[in-house]
């Protein structure tokens, strides 16, 4: 394992005292719970995310105005506690109430849950959406379901923007539930993630192997495969997502092109590239796109693809709307 | 080689070809000539950078309102021709002229010196500003003199900032001239870079090594040694650098951590946390900062550091200032 790092168990911690000491001007810590929170907040809901670590830059990177206002850190691919979580709420609280935007991992499920119930009792309203975006596979690894991937920013992003803008918890969680059914998402890798304290890959591929479907854990994918020409990687997520997309006879829809980590800018473009070629099939026109690392496994190689319905404009101008975050 | 592409020869073409599906909203492209540029031209010096392509998201991404006017993309690693050069310089100029901004490596300073020339034959002002931030080295694989590396992305945002304002060219001449002498990057690497034609790493680490001063195109650095914790190395590269920026009794730096292609951005964070914490021995105050890729090498792994001083604050408003690109 070659990181640039001191030791495996403080990558977190270290990575978060970066943070905060690089981005003290909008953002604070709440000790002893690895949360980053927005400074000056708002008079509105407060949208809280977070999961594991070695998902960079979310969910912190999305914290700001517009966006998130908290983001709940756990250990490296492993669900924060309860407790930091509901730390996380109350201080996200304003009054309005609490969004929780939570990734479909039986883990992160439980302890989101577990954090809600904690807050109601102390008289806070909370609710929260499940984003299940990956298409891939049922009931995998860490999952009952789909698993929640990089749809997820968008997820933040759309439901950022209205709580912004002053909805109510109620009809933002209507919103967020509607929404997460009209985001698809698939990935391929091309090598397997390193967690720092595992010291090597989570998997592994031949050097001329790739896997369709995998996770942002790592988790198994639905085929493995010798490695394709991007074009040819382009048409089968494509063909795959736009068929699920296209059972609600979608006529606009957005693009997300998500590095996994260790992928250059150059590759995410040259996908890009092949993934317009291959939609001029489909009657459907793209009103919104978004190229890079978004919702990363650490250093894996690969990219994922997602596609979002926008036949609702409102959702293409929460997209398009300036946000105060660092990695939008 | 792994790599999400159609044919090696291809990438950088449909690398544009992604960026302008992607992006046409604000640039567009010049037919045979893989210059990108803005397509609302204010009437205000013109910024052109550009180099080899291999360094994404420099220098595409940061054409736009604000920074570049234009930007040229050369073959992989390899400098653009002054022919194409000449057709951003003509398309960039509003009568206000234009200014170039290289990279210190002698083919870009050949090419974009006669295109400056050619430029001047058909009566644009033309004026250039060279940059060599990376002290790891004089005269190295391809340059006389130092390198010019991820400092270079700080030229682009303050001069773009001072041109967006209505500066006049001479002007922004000198003030580049100046700001370029306090600039000082240092890099470090723990793999070489893949050129797609070439197919493998252009050199090779051993599992526990690293390299110390690598270029952006893996140029030999100044010293190869074991895999050190991120404390020593930050120790190592702050030292370096900071004794640059002594040397003038600098009072307040901005800081840069730049990844290189294939490094999580949780260990720019890690990074950026060490050298925080090394720079406490210095009285110096840290006005700015930036950390994610900006001038990557391929899918190189490693880092650099740059260090810019800032003890006139006009600097540090400029680097502040909201920008309409794709990657700042």
Do not use: C
């Not at 909008?26 to 407060?46: A, N, S, Y």
């Not at 996380?88 to 989101?112: C, E, P, Q, R, W």
């Not at 988790?219 to 493995?224: A, L, T």
């Not at 736009?242 to 609600?248: A, C, G, L, P």
């Amino acid at each position: 394992m070659k990181k640039i790092i001191n030791h495996p168990s403080q990558v977190v911690d270290e990575m978060l005292k970066g943070m905060l000491y690089a981005h003290s001007d909008f953002l604070e810590g709440i000790d002893e719970t690895r949360v980053i929170i927005e400074k000056d907040k708002q008079p509105t809901v407060g949208l809280v995310s977070g999961g594991g670590s070695g998902h960079e830059p979310a969910h912190a990177g999305f914290v700001g105005e517009g966006m998130l206002r908290a983001a709940v850190l756990g250990e490296m691919f492993t669900s924060p506690t309860p407790d930091q979580i509901l730390e996380a709420i109350k201080a996200s609280d304003t009054g309005h109430g609490v969004l929780l935007i939570v990734k479909n991992y039986t883990g992160d499920v439980m302890n989101f849950d577990m954090a809600k119930e904690m807050a109601e009792m102390e008289d806070i309203q909370v609710a929260s959406v499940l984003v299940d975006d990956d298409i891939a596979v049922e009931d995998s690894t860490y999952t009952a379901g789909k698993r929640g991937v990089a749809g997820t920013v968008l997820v933040h992003k759309i439901l950022g923007h209205f709580a912004h803008e002053g909805m109510a918890l109620n009809d933002l969680k209507s919103l967020g539930d509607a929404l997460v059914t009209d985001i698809h998402t698939l990935g391929v890798a091309l090598s397997g993630a390193t967690v720092p304290e595992v010291g090597k890959p989570g998997f592994h591929l031949g050097e001329s192997e790739m896997e369709y479907g995998v996770g942002i854990h790592g988790e198994p994918g639905y085929r493995r495969d010798t490695l394709k020409p991007s074009r040819e990687i382009a048409k089968e997520l494509t063909g795959k997502l736009m068929s699920e997309i296209m059972t609600k006879k979608t006529k606009k829809i957005g693009l997300l092109v998500n590095g996994l980590g260790a992928t250059p800018l150059q590759e995410l473009y040259v996908f890009y590239n092949d993934v317009i070629e291959e939609l001029a099939k489909y009657d459907v026109e793209i009103v919104f796109n978004k190229i890079g690392d978004f919702m990363t496994s650490i250093d894996m190689t690969g990219l994922s693809l997602t596609v979002i319905r926008l036949d609702d404009d409102k959702r293409t101008v929460a997209l398009e709307a300036p946000v105060g975050v660092l990695n939008w």
